[in-house]
């Protein structure tokens, strides 16, 4: 961090200025301004930046003369050199006297003091260099790496081995890879590295290039290295990026590697990656044969399994070519299965389900070049590479479409949260929270309350300002009020209980999302209808009841929800009656739809199977017709195949139009579904008219 000078009294670091009147080295302490409580602001400066704007105000008095302080300035005089050198030498003296202390904190102000006072004196780099070793002992990396930068122009030759060395792993520690490989390449180049240095840097260089320096920077920073050892780490990383990706270049790099460099620590590993990406090439696939690979044990797990394999029959037929295999809910399994499945030549795995199993095969079913269609809602799972993909609603999809219904189509911009202190709760909650704030949105009221629990009376009076009262005005204002007329304590006691009772809930949000299941969205509702917060808008009957009792018409809010409002085995709308009337939530099917396509396949899988199918049968059936997209281009290979399949748009399925995005998640519409007197219904959002803005 440099400073740039510029004309006039004023010095800068970085984007940041400081302004002062010119003045003599030592007066220019009085004369910060505006700063009248400047020991406190001066010291927040890092000691170079420090050091940086007090030479600057040097430089600035010594060029244009001496000058006077600003009006009601203590007046200052110049102190002659020999006294400058005993003070700064006094400094030092302090400063080194508290570092062997070990009072690091005192020594850094003695440091910070002298050079930036007198940054002139001899003892000013010696200062520098303390202040460094103190950043890099506390973890200061990047005000050491800057203060180490300043003083290496000027360093003896002697002592550049060390001070260099000590700038790379202030780099390091500050993140600036391509600068720490840069400062241990140049030090392997200087005299005096003794060959215990040399593997310490070599050490050091490998940290860096495996773990901080990003594939990019290596290929960029490869041409100006020359025979730096950080060429055979940098020439692996991309090697191996190249592998994880599926790239056709992966084999051509490895060879690379092992061409050049024979004899390093990479090649063992680069070895093997080739070998196996030419067993890869070599293993025979069957065209049009299917892996699945799902949970059919334990009985917790086989029901996810089962729907699983009927919805992938039922696109596919019960002819289909499908070799499954049973994953047990767990990641061993999993591995296994993808393995197997591998030899067995399958084309494309459909699954796994579950989070853990999943990640463990996908990471191998990468390895092996073998296109995974899965069917988890883990979030960011087709990152682990380009033949990862995933058909499955998740949680992120959920947030951004109810967030783009309460935002976008009705207009809400103030709205409030309640969610389970769990973790589905707190991601539905955090995702939600992100997605409307995105869109222009903000939060008035946000409440948690303990999973288990069966009365949401307090979290809901506390939604509504009705608990803390002491933290409203009008309640404040009303017991000053009532307390001035003189009451009895009876009578005030009375009359307290008749104010509270009375106290209008405060109801400053549109729409409150509740991030939880059926069953508990059952007992909430009812309870903000006993705070008076009215959610059943679009029931004609009710606001005229409301305004024909009170005489005002009332604001009211609508509720939200998203797939967990939707449960087979609880009637939502039987249990939570007019409180959950009018309310909107969204899911990834609903079998109640007017879409051809769902009402086809509903019929269909009724019929075959004897019962409705729920979200994993239709994500799964969805699933299988983009298998017989992909296979319509006829591929030879696994790779073919997954490029088709990426290629896959516009396949009218169960649950809506599906088409496979660049980061290779199928994208589609969900599905809004309200709930009225008569059940769930499906809403046409392009028949939603905005929210009246008199409401809010």
């Known amino acids: 961090m440099s400073p740039r000078r510029q004309r006039g009294p004023c010095g800068c670091v970085g984007d940041t200025c400081f302004l002062w009147f010119p003045a003599r080295p030592k007066g220019v302490l009085e004369t910060l301004s505006p700063m009248p409580a400047w020991p406190y602001r001066f010291w927040l400066l890092s000691p170079l930046a420090l050091s940086a704007a007090l030479s600057c105000a040097h430089a600035q008095s010594s060029s244009s003369g001496e000058a006077g302080p600003p009006p ?89 081995p060390r001070a260099a060395r000590a700038l790379a792993e202030a780099a390091e520690g500050a993140g600036d890879a391509v600068e720490a490989v840069r400062d241990d390449c140049a030090l392997l180049k200087l005299d005096g590295v003794t060959p215990a240095d040399a593997a310490q840097i070599q050490e050091a260089l490998a940290r860096v290039v495996e773990v901080q320096l990003s594939a990019n920077d290596g290929a960029r920073l490869a041409g100006e290295l020359g025979d730096c050892p950080a060429q055979e780490g940098i020439a692996f990383k991309r090697a191996l990026t ?40 070599a293993q025979p696939v069957k065209p049009g044969l299917v892996g699945v690979l799902v949970p059919q044990s334990p009985d917790a797990y086989a029901a996810y ?22 994953t047990k809910g767990e990641a061993a399994e999993a591995v296994k299965g993808v393995e197997e499945l591998a030899g067995q030549g399958v084309q494309v795995i459909l699954g796994p389900i579950l989070p853990g199993e999943t990640e463990a095969a996908a990471v191998k079913a990468q390895e092996l070049g073998i296109p995974m269609i899965t069917l988890t809602r883990t979030e960011g799972i087709t990152r682990v590479g380009n033949f990862i993909f995933r058909n499955m609603l998740t949680d992120s999809a959920q947030a951004e479409a109810i967030a783009h219904y309460a935002i976008d189509v009705r207009g809400y911009k103030k709205l409030a949260v309640l969610y389970p202190e769990v973790e589905y709760g707190k991601e539905m909650m955090s995702l939600f929270w992100r997605a409307a704030e995105a869109k222009g949105a903000s939060f008035r009221a946000a409440e948690s309350y303990p999973f288990d629990t069966t009365t949401f009376k307090s979290y809901a009076e506390h939604l509504v300002g009705r608990a803390d009262l002491e933290l409203r005005a009008d309640w404040i204002q009303s017991v000053r009020e009532l307390k001035a007329q003189g009451l009895t304590p009876l009578q005030q006691k009375k009359a307290l209980r008749k104010l509270r009772e009375g106290l209008k809930p405060v109801v400053d949000f549109d729409a409150i999302f509740i991030a939880d299941s059926a069953r508990n969205v059952a007992l909430v509702a009812p309870q903000l209808a006993v705070e008076n917060v009215v959610t059943d808008g679009c029931n004609d009957y009710e606001q005229k009841r409301i305004f024909k009792t009170t005489g005002e018409h009332p604001k009211t809010v609508e509720l939200l929800g998203w797939t967990a409002w939707f449960d087979p085995d609880f009637d939502l709308v039987q249990r939570a009656g007019r409180y959950v009337q009018c309310s909107v939530f969204v899911d990834g099917f609903f079998a109640e739809s007017a879409r051809p396509e769902t009402q086809a396949f509903v019929a269909a899988f009724q019929k075959g199977y004897g019962h409705a199918p729920g979200l994993m049968e239709a994500e799964a059936h969805d699933a299988g017709r983009l298998i017989q997209e992909a296979q319509k281009r006829a591929p030879a290979t696994r790779e073919a195949f997954r490029d088709a399949l990426a290629a896959v748009k516009g396949v009218r399925g169960a649950t809506g139009d599906c088409s496979v995005g660049p980061t290779r998640e199928v994208q589609k519409p969900l599905f809004y579904v309200t709930i009225t007197d008569k059940g769930y219904q499906e809403l046409d959002l392009t028949k939603v008219a905005p929210a009246d803005p008199s409401n809010n």
């Open 305 to 326: 399994g089962r729907a699983a394999l009927e919805g992938l029959k039922a696109a596919l037929g019960d002819d289909a070519a499908l070799i499954v295999r049973d």
């Open 242 to 281: 190249l592998y994880h990706l599926g790239d056709a270049q992966a084999q051509g790099a490895l060879s690379d590697v092992l061409a050049r460099y024979p004899g390093s620590k990479y090649a063992p590993s680069a070895k093997g990656l080739l070998d196996r990406l030419r067993a890869r090439s």
């Open 72 to 160: 009601g300035a203590a007046s200052s005089t110049a102190q002659a050199p020999e006294d400058e050198h005993r003070a700064a030498e006094a400094l030092y003296a302090k400063a080194e006297a508290a570092r062997q202390k070990g009072d690091l904190a005192a020594a850094r102000v003695a440091y910070g003091e002298l050079a930036a006072r007198y940054p002139l004196e001899g003892r000013a780099d010696d200062a520098k260099r303390r202040l460094a070793e103190i950043d890099l002992a506390q973890g200061h990396f990047s005000d050491a790496e800057q203060s180490l930068k300043s003083l290496y122009p000027h360093t003896a030759p002697a002592d550049r």
